[in-house]
Structures are given as C-alpha cells and as structure tokens.
C-alpha cells in the first residue's frame, strides 16, 4: 500500500517499520519533501555559504621514500586541526573502489523485499543491519538515506553472512585497507610518543564494519539533510565518495587556508581518493590533541548518489582513556577512562547532535 505523505505515522511505518527506505518513498514519486524530512533551519546545509576544501590529496606512497618527515607533518597537522584529509596512493586498488560504487547502486536498485530481510528486528545475521536515517525513533527530522551496515568478525563469517550481493567486493575493501589504516596509526600513535606493536593496533581497530550508504534524489536538498551533524565514535573511518560530493566538514578553529571557526567546508571528490576522518576514540586517547571531525552530508535533486565507509572502532571490551604519555606532558587528563561499549551503546542511543557524543567521556573542557 502506497504510504500517505501528509500522515506521518503511515509515511514512517512505510519507510521504516516495513523496510521501504527513503527509496521505496522517492520511487512512489515525490514533488516536494514530506514534513518528517524537512530539518528545522539551523540543520540545513547553505551550499552557497560553505568554502571548499581545496588543499591536495597526501600521497601515501611517499611515506616509505625521502618525504617520509613532510607526509608524517601533513597527517598529524591535518588530525590537530580539520580531523579530515584525502589520501591517494593509499594501495587500495581503484578499479575496486569504481566497482564497490557499481555494488552499491545494485544492491540499492534491489526490490524493496529483498533489502528489507536485513532489518534489525528480522535480520538473519547479527552482523548485518539494513536501515534508513541514524535512530529513526529519536529524530526530531528524519535523514535522507537508506544503509547497510557489515559487521567483520572474519572472512568465513563475512563470506557467508554478509548479503551475497555486495559481501565479496566490500570484504576485498576492507582487506585492502587495513595495511593504509595500520600506517596511518603508526604515524598519529608515534607522534604521541607511543610505539604500536600488533596488540595495541588491534586493540583500537579490533572492530570493523563497512556501510554502503544510500542518498536518493531529493526534490528540495535544501529543506534536508543526507546525515546530520556528527563526530564518529571510532578510531579512523576511511571513505569512499562518489563524484556527486555532497560531503561538509565544520571548522572547530580557525585555520590558514581553509576556514574560520564555525565554517563549514565541503570536501569535494576526487578520483581514486579516499577521505580519511578521526574519529571520538582518538580525540579522547590523544587527550584532545587531535580533533574528531564533525561533519554532515548534503543531499542532491540530480542524481542518486552512493557513499562507502569503513569503520575501525576498538574492541567492546577495550578500555580507553588519555594515554599516559600524553597526559604527563599535559598535566591533566580531559576524558575518563570507559570501557568502549558503553561508549557505543550512548553514540547510538542518541540522535546525532554534533559532538555532543564526547560528553559522555569528557571531565574538563578541551
């Protein structure tokens, strides 16, 4: 039964509760945006207001050459001041990249059925989730995207549990980047003054999962928003965009050449890139020195567009706090000690509200 846009409740039990997604609604054909989409002012993106982030990609490759100190001072300067940056030459191929993009369209072209089997209360697998928005139930404006989310536990598990459409394609993505996710910690852990053996790495990326994110066209981007304002939770998220772009990160002090404080700066594609971002976990173990980034998504009337995260998070039991490195040089410790999945289960427990995740660590203003 088509949904009934001007009553709410029948528009989020087609959306939501039965599994449709904001593409079931859109492919309903859409003139305007229905009211639970429509995000009060101060949440819209002002595409003409933002800058864009202009500075060149790093190039990872140049890490293990003669430029290896100018790459390791352009990864810890852009982790100190934006949390975010674009990386090439990262050793992931990009014919993978330009078919993970071709999987994710496929996999969102599906009938709506063959998606909806995923969703958290009937999903098969506990490591797969197909869902729509962040925390539906505790939004005050829905976002305009459709998800799926994979757990990594191990290849076998992912092989046979992931859906059959995307687990292949995503698993070799995963795979190819965890030796440029290892590399990238090496180099913020040993700016901190801490040497990372195989132990400590799995302990702050012990947790994976990929998402292929959805953003249907939109008959009025300016009324909504893709995803809402937002730090993640764990350690690096590593991002595959599109080429429709779409992605805004907020400046939290000014910094020469890219933004003053409170700006937000788009960060466009750029081909066979991928966006790197900090995520909460390292802000808290870096004891602030390093930012995690908040940022938001854009949504488009063009075309649909797709966007592909890893997300590396430190195991469930894995206690963190300040290093003690750090907080002896600093002289206090801003954050507590927490065990992650209390961590987790607050993040998604809450509607996105910017940084507001860092409160439930934070013990003096950073």
């Known amino acids: 039964m088509a949904p009934t846009l001007d009553d709410g409740n029948s528009l989020f039990n087609f959306v939501v509760r039965d599994g449709n997604g904001v593409k079931g609604m859109v492919d309903r054909g859409l003139s305007k945006v229905p009211e639970p989409y429509i995000q009060p002012p101060k949440e819209r993106i002002d595409k003409q207001s933002a800058t864009r982030h202009e500075q060149e990609p790093i190039d990872l490759s140049r890490l293990e050459g003669p430029d290896h100190d100018e790459v390791v001072k352009q990864i810890v300067t852009a982790a100190e ?74 290849d076998a598990e992912a092989l046979e549990q992931w859906p059959k459409e995307c687990r292949e394609v995503a698993l070799e993505y995963l795979k190819t980047s965890m030796n440029m996710v290892r590399k990238l910690l090496e180099v913020l852990m040993e700016n901190l003054g801490v040497k990372l053996d195989d132990s400590n790495i799995d302990g702050l990326v012990g947790m994976k999962m990929v998402n292929m994110n959805f953003y249907p066209t939109c008959p009025d981007p300016d009324l909504t928003v893709g995803v809402g304002r937002h730090s993640d939770m764990g350690t690096l998220t590593i991002l595959l965009q599109d080429g429709i772009g779409g992605l805004y990160v907020k400046v939290s002090e000014e910094i020469e050449n890219i933004g003053k404080k409170g700006e937000w700066v788009e960060i466009p594609p750029v081909p066979g890139a991928l966006v790197i971002n900090i995520g909460d976990t390292l802000q808290i173990l870096s004891n602030g020195r390093y930012k995690s980034a908040e940022h938001r998504v854009r949504t488009t009337s063009t075309k649909s567009r797709v966007s592909i995260p890893i997300f590396t998070t430190p195991k469930l039991t894995e206690k963190i706090a300040p290093l003690p490195q750090v907080v002896e040089k600093d002289g ?24 507001k995740s860092l409160d439930f660590a934070q013990i003096n203003s950073v």
């Open 81 to 154: 001041t934006l949390g975010f940056f674009q990386l090439v030459n990262h050793g992931v191929p990009v014919d993978l990249l330009e078919s993970l993009k071709d999987t994710a369209h496929n996999f969102f072209g599906l009938p709506s059925e063959k998606k909806a089997v995923y969703r958290k209360e009937v999903s098969p697998s506990p490591l797969v989730k197909y869902g729509t928005s962040f925390v539906p139930e505790k939004e005050k404006a829905l976002e305009w995207k459709d998800y799926i989310s994979m757990v990594y536990t191990n």
């Open 332 to 355: 206090i410790a801003h954050y507590r000690e927490f065990i992650f999945a209390d961590y987790m289960k607050n993040f998604f427990g809450n509607a996105h509200d910017g940084k």
